[in-house]
């Protein structure tokens, strides 16, 4: 589990983390930061690997690490059982 | 792992539209000027564009040039002042079109300076007109049904049209428009960085970036526009490194 | 009793150079243009010898840019070109001085407009004390009338620049650059005091980061406060920079009013009326922003008329209008196309206004 933290309030909402996410972990809020943005979230926290793909893609500096440890569920099987559009609809 | 805002930024929001790649540029700067140490030696220029307010972004000395004048400002900074690191940040209409003299004289005169040259193939700040830059069929608020090479020729290609003069040192095209781009990008600014610390002379890396808002598309569509049609007529690479 | 002076001979623009190199100068940026070359050319070799910096620039416009760059490092620089040259200067005059930087200007004026020839002019007086660049600004102009003029006020230009942190112009002509005449050298020394350049960039060791910019966008009153700051800084320099001089002025019914060149050979004209018992003065702003209309006013008292003459068809003699609120007939003579009045020509026109 990686501490990764993304600033709902600094996100733009532009969406490049979600589709970077290798593992498909990020999505987008349902509710609007104070500037009136949908906000990028991480949906398993648990077993977001801390690759920071989505710190590089992301314009607004938004998101941060601190520190990373193994994911609880190998990296392998996780890519291959959860997609984001999976994901997506599981938190619809 | 630890991924933080680097200390050369301020906390400050940046005023860019969503899925702008001028943030990720930054971001890759200011990484550089931490990890070189080189915060309080580094004089910056702002051009004239969307990322003429990036001293609001950069918490290092900065000078606000005028529009395309830059890297002639930089010259003369870093002639009086040796010691110091002096980048220029341009995009495509600052440093391919009003400032096409002063860009190709400095480096010409290996003026040993870091040049971040981002182009993003539109002029953003004045509201989506045709850049140098822009591609053959892009359509812009002045070319309405596409850039027609027989019209407005042919964009022009800043690494390879530099890659001739002996004065430069180092130059690099990459993107910023997926996570891997963003890292090879990295490298090639920290490199830039360096060769100025090793008084090599002028390193211009040139960004391919996205401007979502200008090409009226999504960030995500604009970081396809990257990945599809820029990296064809702009290929990614070194075109030159001594 | 004073030393016996050590004149040297030396042409217009190189006085002007070596008086740089005495004030401490240390960057200089400047394109060929005739008929101000020497001043390059002499500079590109002494400049370095003294631990200065000289850059042949790729156009005027990289040249005022770099000047930018150099006065923001805390260095004293100077640009110096001729007309066209200084048409393409303008824009980053105006950011100069926007961004309140100090650098010394030289404008050795030839024949126009447009090409114009390589002649002395003096066509260019407009676009020195009217702004010439975009935006609401003001520069010190300062027009020399002898080399050893030239060698005093080049330096002091210097110290105007830093002393105001506002870009000054020497506004010359091609005969001033190309003559040569014996000049005293003399030793710099400060006219004025020197505040300390709080405003270098030179990184941020120890120190707030600083910015130099000309962008006023929020709040929406920024640059109307800006604006309001520099309209009581120059009402300031105004108050404190109005030089000119006088020439057998006190009793004249005629007064000539000319700057630079012009006035020298006025001045002998008017020497040729006094021979003939006509009463003429010569008065000759030696700053032309700020103007100094009180002396204008002041002759103005006592003389019937006054003549303008310039080496162009008439632009100085609008600021001396106005000086004296058109409160005395002005004439004028004028010739334009680069080429100079002569005193015999001057003394034709003074007699057929002297009333
Ligand atoms: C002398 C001058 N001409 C024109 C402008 C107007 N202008 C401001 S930004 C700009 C284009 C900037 O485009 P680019 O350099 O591509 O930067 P971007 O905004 O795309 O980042 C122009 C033409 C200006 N400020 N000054
Ligand atoms: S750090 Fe990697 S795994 Fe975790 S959310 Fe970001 S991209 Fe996904
Ligand atoms: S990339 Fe950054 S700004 Fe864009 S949605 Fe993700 S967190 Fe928000
Ligand atoms: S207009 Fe384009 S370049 Fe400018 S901030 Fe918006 S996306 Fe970025």
Redesign the pocket.
């Known amino acids: 589990m990686a501490n990764i933290k993304?600033d709902a309030e600094r996100?733009?909402?532009?969406?490049?983390?979600?589709s970077e996410c290798p593992r498909g972990f990020i999505r987008m809020s349902e509710i609007f930061n104070k500037s009136g943005n949908l906000?990028?979230e991480v949906t398993d926290i648990e077993n977001c690997t801390g690759c920071a793909l989505?710190c590089q893609?992301?314009?607004?500096m938004?998101?941060e690490i601190e520190g990373k440890k193994k994911p609880n569920v190998p990296v392998k099987e996780i890519s291959q059982r959860r997609t984001n559009k999976e994901l997506m609809t599981k938190f619809e | 792992m630890q991924f933080k805002r680097p200390k050369t930024i301020k906390d400050t929001q940046t005023h860019y539209c969503?899925g702008c790649g001028h943030g990720i540029v930054h971001r890759l700067v200011a990484e550089v000027i931490d990890e070189l140490g080189l915060r309080e030696k580094t004089i910056g220029t702002a051009p004239v564009g969307c990322s003429v307010l990036l001293y609001n972004y950069f918490d290092c000395d900065i000078i606000e040039c005028a529009h395309g004048r830059p890297p002639a400002v930089a010259t003369a900074i870093k002639r009086c002042q040796p010691d110091k690191v002096v980048f220029t940040y341009q995009g495509d209409g600052d440093i391919a079109a009003i400032g096409t003299a002063e860009l190709i004289h400095a480096a010409n005169r290996g003026e040993n300076i870091t040049a971040i040259f981002v182009n993003n193939a539109i002029y953003g700040m004045t509201g989506g007109q045709m850049a140098p830059t822009t591609l053959i069929g892009q359509k812009t608020t002045t070319t309405q049904n596409g850039r027609d090479r027989k019209k407005q020729g042919p964009p022009l290609k800043v690494c390879e049209l530099l890659a001739s003069l002996e004065g430069v040192a180092y130059l690099q095209r990459v993107a910023v428009s997926t996570a891997k781009d963003v890292i090879i990008a990295k490298k090639a600014i920290k490199k830039a960085f360096q060769n100025q610390l090793d008084g090599k002379g002028y390193s211009l890396v040139e960004v391919l970036s996205m401007c979502p808002t200008d090409w009226k598309v999504t960030p995500k569509q604009a970081v396809d526009f990257v990945n599809n049609e820029m990296k064809a007529a702009f290929p990614l690479g070194v075109y030159k490194d001594v | 009793m004073s030393k016996p002076s050590k004149k040297i001979l030396l042409k217009g623009n190189e006085v002007l150079s070596q008086a740089a190199i005495n004030a401490g100068c240390g960057f200089f940026a400047g394109y060929p243009i005739t008929p101000q070359n020497e001043v390059p050319e002499y500079l590109s070799k002494a400049l370095p010898e003294a631990g200065g910096i000289f850059i042949q620039a790729e156009s005027e416009i990289a040249a005022i840019n770099m000047l930018f760059g150099a006065s923001a490092s805390g260095v004293r620089c100077m640009t110096s070109s001729s007309s066209p040259g200084v048409s393409l200067k303008q824009e980053g005059i105006s950011y100069i001085a926007a961004a309140e930087l100090p650098c010394v200007i030289v404008n050795m004026q030839r024949g126009g407009p447009g090409l114009g020839n390589i002649r002395a002019a003096q066509g260019d007086y407009f676009q020195s004390v009217k702004g010439g660049g975009h935006g609401d600004y003001r520069l010190i102009v300062l027009a020399p009338s002898t080399l050893q003029e030239i060698y005093e006020l080049t330096m002091n230009a210097f110290d105007y620049a830093d002393h105001y942190r506002n870009p000054v112009l020497i506004l010359g002509d091609g005969i001033l650059g190309q003559m040569a005449e014996p000049v005293e050298l003399t030793k710099y020394r400060p006219i004025v005091d020197l505040p300390e350049k709080d405003f270098v960039l030179d990184g941020c060791k120890g120190r707030e980061r600083r910015v130099i910019k000309t962008l006023l966008l929020q709040p929406a009153e920024a640059l109307i406060e800006f604006n309001e700051y520099l309209k009581k800084k120059y009402a300031g320099i105004e108050s404190e920079l109005k030089l000119c001089q006088k020439y057998r002025c006190d009793d004249a019914d005629l007064v000539v009013a000319a700057y630079g060149i012009t006035a020298r050979i006025a001045e002998g004209a008017v020497d040729m009326a006094r021979d003939k018992g006509l009463k003429v003065g010569l008065i000759r702003p030696i700053t032309l922003w700020p103007f100094p209309d009180e002396d204008f006013r002041a002759v103005a008292e006592q003389a019937k008329k006054l003549l303008v003459v310039e080496m162009s068809n008439g632009q100085m003699i609008e600021d001396v209008k106005l000086s004296i609120e058109c409160s005395r007939p002005v004439e004028f003579y004028g010739t334009g196309g680069g080429w100079y009045p002569t005193s015999e020509k001057i003394m034709e026109k003074i007699e057929s206004v002297y009333e």
């Open positions: 993304i996100c733009k909402g532009c969406c490049l983390c979600v906000f990028a989505c893609i992301c314009p607004d938004a998101i | 969503p």
